[in-house]
Each structure stands twice: as structure tokens, then as C-alpha cells.
């Protein structure tokens, strides 16, 4: 046996129920499904998944289901064998009734168990006028290859019950949604019928194989393993260490120095011409200025700042200004007029450079109400004076934000437009006189500060709350839209966020003088 691999741990107790998750990984990867099952490492929490940071469901997700469904049922998420004991009896109580019900009914956390060893909790139970309509529901504009998986499980287990189905699929948000207010959601989700597609999955096959793997040795590691890329599986492999693989490639070290830095389509050439690294380039085969500058830097180990950007700072009359935009967008909207996953600005942060060099700070942040886009509007249009640049770091969003707020208030639009011709793009500037290794190739704002500013701390967001991390500012401030939370609460997330913001105008200062050092 491979001394790298894992040993197999104890066989699991053959009555343990499969589930969604058993079925998603086995899917993605029998290994990491056998690991799981073996008591590998615990799934990771709910929220704190990779991407989690990036999507917001918002304060109203919880109403938006009871909204379509006024008669709903909501059945809390058991834990422990008892507790899904008492969800299946009470699932089966319900379904008793199910004729006497109108269509205003439904249960959300529907559990079932087959007997053929797998147990699952259903997002949506409905009553059709000839059977259960069983749904899976996404706050998310498109389903994936793992949902269809899902919803092929319920079906196949819902079938061994001898209850009548007609129909499953997936209920998915409607961008066309336009959220009139005072809870009504009703139109927020649109259905997708997955008959077409379920017929194609060998679900009661798929049982069968699950526990043939989970009682044999460790599976190898599969072809095209989703090891670290996010996957319907739910993202990189939480087996990761557990598994035993040797350390992927490439290293850190070899990241800094890759050939891609220069773009895929010369590095492939530099490949084909016998080259592993920059640092075996000639700087004569680098005929773009850029990577020239980006090679210098790798082969020297410190950054590059070419002549030129202090030249082009020169040209720009203060007083200086250094702006940064939040925004969000939420799957429920949570305020009248908006509509799903529309970005709404929520935050902005300046720094304003001050006679003498100090630095006085200023911003807004908004509060729960109402749409904010008109207060952020109207703020940033008296705050930000009428002359001197305003810097920003790809700047195409901060313009972009600006003139979306033009076109929506006709009061501000003159002003607004001001603004929006004063917006200097660092992100230009950088890449046309600046490389730092540490940026291994990558441009993006995080990627940037952290090379170019990391004392600043402006690369990284996280606060403690309620048992998880908050990994990014629309997370920190979706939490502090709940409703009924303590002011004090909203308080430390509010403080959090302006505290983001201070770090990061000044790591946006801080590029700038990198820039004026040449
Ligand atoms: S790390 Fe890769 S091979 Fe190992 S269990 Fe996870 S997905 Fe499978």
C-alpha cells in the first residue's frame, strides 16, 4: 500500500443513512465521499464556504418562501437521530392532510427516509392537484449538475414511500423581480421542471455503488479530481489534507515566477521554446514594456517602478482624494423599488489630503430602511468638492456606480457627472510603471494591496460573529441588516466596516507614493 495514502479507518455502521451530501461528494469524488463517511474532516460550516463571501441572500430570504406559500409548514433542520425520527413522523402526520389542503400549502424541510438506507430533508414540499410537487430552492439565478443530483435523490426516495409525486424541480430566483414592499415576494422565485432530466439518473444504481465504495478500501484518486477548485461539490475538497496527496503544483515560489504572468499565449510559446520559469527568459525575447518590467522584477526579487507615474501625479492639481464603493447585491431584495442581485451601493470611504499633509477621513454608510442609493448619491455629491482628483483602483467601477446614479436622480445628475470626470484609475497608472513580485502576475485589488501595502491590512475583512467569520464587507453588512438585531450589534459590524474603509484609502495612498517614489 502507498505510504502517502491514508489507512483505511473502520468500516461505518452499515445502517448509517446516506444523505444529499454523501450523494454530492461520491459524485464529485468516491475518495472524498469515503473519507467523509470514515470520519475524515467535518464539512465546512454553512456560510463560511468558498465564494460564501461573494453571495448574499439578504434580510427578507427567510419571508420571501412564506410570501408564495402562505400556508407554509417550516420543520427546523434535525441534528441527531432522534430529531430526524421526530421530522419523519411529523413529515408523514402532514402529508395525511395533504388533500384537505389548498395550494397555498406547503412544507419546507420535508423528511423522508427509504428503505433502502438513505434519508433526506426536502427544501419544498407542494400539493399539486395530482400529486406532492417537490422543489429544491436556490437563491441563485441558474440550478447545477449537483441540484439535478438532489432533487433525483428526493424523488427516487419520496417514490419508495408510495406517495404520489407530480412534479420536482427547482425553484430559482427571477431577476425580472421588481420587490414592491411589505413582504410581498410572490414572483421572486420562477420553477424549473426537472422531469426531462431526471429519468437519465440511476439513482437506486448510485445507492448501491455508494455503499459498495464506502465498505471497500480507499478509492484512488480520480482523473480531474476537484481537489482546490470550486465545484458543485461545494467547493475545494475540505479531504484536502486528510486525503494524503503530495503538494500540488505549482509552489507559491513557482506562482511568483510563472511564465503565465507574461499571458497564457506567450507563455504557451516560451513553453514551447524549452522555458520553465521567468526566470530563464532573456529580457530580449520580452518585446511588451510590461513584461519586460514584470521579468526584471521576478529575476531580481524587488519591485520595479519605472519613470513616468510621478510625472503623470505631477499633472493633477490637488487637493488629492482617495475613493472606495461597497456594494451589494442581494438575491431577496430587501428594499421596495430594487430588484434581485441589482448592486446597490451601500458605502463609501475617502481619504482627503489636507494643506500641511494630514489626512482628514470621510464617508457614509447606510442603514436599513430604505434603498440607500439616493442618500449615497447625495452624499458623496456634497462631500466630494469640485475640484482635484479622486483616486481609485480600477476605477471603471467607482465611474461605472457614479453614472448608474446620474442616470437614476435627475437632482444629482449635474453633479454627479462632475464627480465622475474627476476619478483617476491607479489600477492605469500601476500597470503602466510598476511590478511587484509578490503579485505573482495577479492585478486585482486584494492581490495589489497585499504586495503593494500589506501594513495596511486593507487585503483581508473578517469579523467574528454569531459562531462564524465574516470574510468580506457585503457579508459584514447583510449581517447587520437582520432584522431585530441589537443596536450595539449593528454598532461593531457598522465600526468594522468603517474601519475597512479607513484601511483602505489608506492602502490607496500608499500606492500612490509608491508611485511618486521613482
Ligand atoms: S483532495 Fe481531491 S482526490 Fe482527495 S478526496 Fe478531495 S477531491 Fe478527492
Same mark, same amino acid.
Given at each position: 500500500m502507498d505510504s502517502s495514502q491514508p489507512a483505511p479507518g473502520p468500516a461505518p455502521e452499515a445502517v448509517s443513512p446516506l444523505s444529499e451530501d454523501d450523494l454530492r461528494r461520491w459524485r464529485a469524488c468516491p475518495r472524498r465521499f469515503w473519507l467523509q463517511r470514515h470520519g475524515g474532516a467535518a464539512p465546512v460550516p454553512a456560510g463560511e464556504e468558498p465564494g460564501a463571501d461573494r453571495m448574499v441572500d439578504g434580510p427578507g430570504a427567510a419571508q420571501a418562501l412564506r410570501a408564495c406559500y402562505s400556508g407554509l409548514v417550516a420543520l427546523p433542520a434535525p441534528m441527531t437521530d432522534d430529531e430526524w425520527q421526530v421530522a419523519i413522523d411529523l413529515t408523514e402526520r402532514l402529508l395525511v392532510d395533504v388533500e384537505a389542503q389548498d395550494e397555498s400549502w406547503a412544507i419546507a424541510g420535508a423528511c423522508f427516509a427509504s428503505d433502502d438506507g438513505v434519508r433526506v430533508r426536502i427544501d419544498l414540499v407542494a400539493r399539486g392537484t395530482t400529486g406532492l410537487r417537490l422543489f429544491r430552492v436556490r437563491h441563485a439565478t441558474a440550478g447545477t449538475d449537483a441540484d439535478v443530483d438532489t432533487v433525483a435523490l428526493w424523488l427516487h426516495v419520496v417514490a419508495r414511500n408510495v406517495l404520489r409525486v407530480q412534479g420536482a424541480g427547482l425553484m430559482l430566483i427571477d431577476t425580472g423581480f421588481v420587490y414592491p414592499g411589505h413582504g410581498c415576494y410572490a414572483g421572486l422565485f420562477r420553477e424549473v421542471d426537472l422531469a426531462p432530466v431526471l429519468g437519465g439518473r440511476p439513482v437506486g444504481d448510485w445507492i448501491v455503488a455508494m455503499r459498495r465504495c464506502e465498505r471497500a478500501a480507499l478509492p484512488a484518486v480520480p482523473l480531474g479530481a476537484p481537489c482546490d477548485a470550486a465545484s458543485g461539490a461545494g467547493g475545494p475538497c475540505e479531504q484536502l489534507a486528510a486525503c494524503g496527496l503530495p503538494a500540488r503544483e505549482p509552489s507559491l515560489a513557482d506562482a511568483a515566477a510563472s511564465l503565465d504572468i507574461v499571458g497564457r499565449e506567450l507563455a504557451a510559446e516560451l513553453r514551447a521554446e524549452g522555458h520553465v520559469s521567468l526566470h530563464d527568459v532573456p529580457l530580449h525575447r520580452l518585446t511588451v514594456a510590461r513584461h519586460r518590467r514584470a521579468a526584471r522584477a521576478v529575476k531580481h526579487g524587488v519591485p520595479v517602478l519605472e519613470p513616468g507615474a510621478a510625472a503623470a501625479l505631477r499633472t493633477l492639481p490637488g487637493p488629492r482624494r482617495w475613493l472606495r464603493f461597497e456594494t451589494i447585491g442581494f %438575491?431577496? $431584495? $430587501?428594499? %421596495?423599488?430594487t430588484q434581485p442581485?441589482?448592486?446597490? $451601493?451601500f458605502q463609501w470611504s475617502c481619504d482627503l489630503e489636507q494643506p500641511g499633509g494630514s489626512v482628514a477621513h470621510g464617508g457614509f454608510l447606510a442603514g436599513a430602511d430604505a434603498d440607500p442609493c439616493h442618500a449615497f448619491a447625495a452624499s458623496l455629491a456634497e462631500s466630494l468638492g469640485s475640484e482635484g482628483p479622486l483616486f481609485a483602483y480600477n476605477a471603471g467601477f467607482e465611474r461605472n456606480r457614479i453614472c448608474e446614479l446620474a442616470a437614476r436622480f435627475d437632482d444629482l445628475a449635474p453633479r454627479l457627472d462632475a464627480l465622475r470626470l474627476r476619478v483617476v484609475d491607479l489600477f492605469a497608472l500601476l500597470r503602466d510603471h510598476y511590478y511587484h513580485p509578490a503579485m505573482a502576475g495577479a492585478w486585482s485589488l486584494r492581490a495589489v494591496f497585499q504586495a503593494v501595502a500589506p501594513e495596511e491590512g486593507a487585503h483581508e475583512f473578517e469579523v467574528a460573529w454569531q459562531g462564524r467569520t465574516l470574510r468580506s464587507p457585503l457579508q459584514a453588512y447583510a449581517a447587520s441588516l437582520e432584522r431585530g438585531l441589537p443596536a450595539a450589534e449593528v454598532w461593531r459590524l457598522h465600526e468594522a466596516l468603517r474601519e475597512h474603509g479607513r484601511r483602505h484609502c489608506a492602502a490607496l495612498r500608499r500606492i500612490t507614493a509608491v508611485l511618486e517614489a521613482a
Open positions: %438575491a431577496v $431584495p $430587501p428594499w %421596495a423599488g442581485y441589482q448592486g446597490l $451601493p
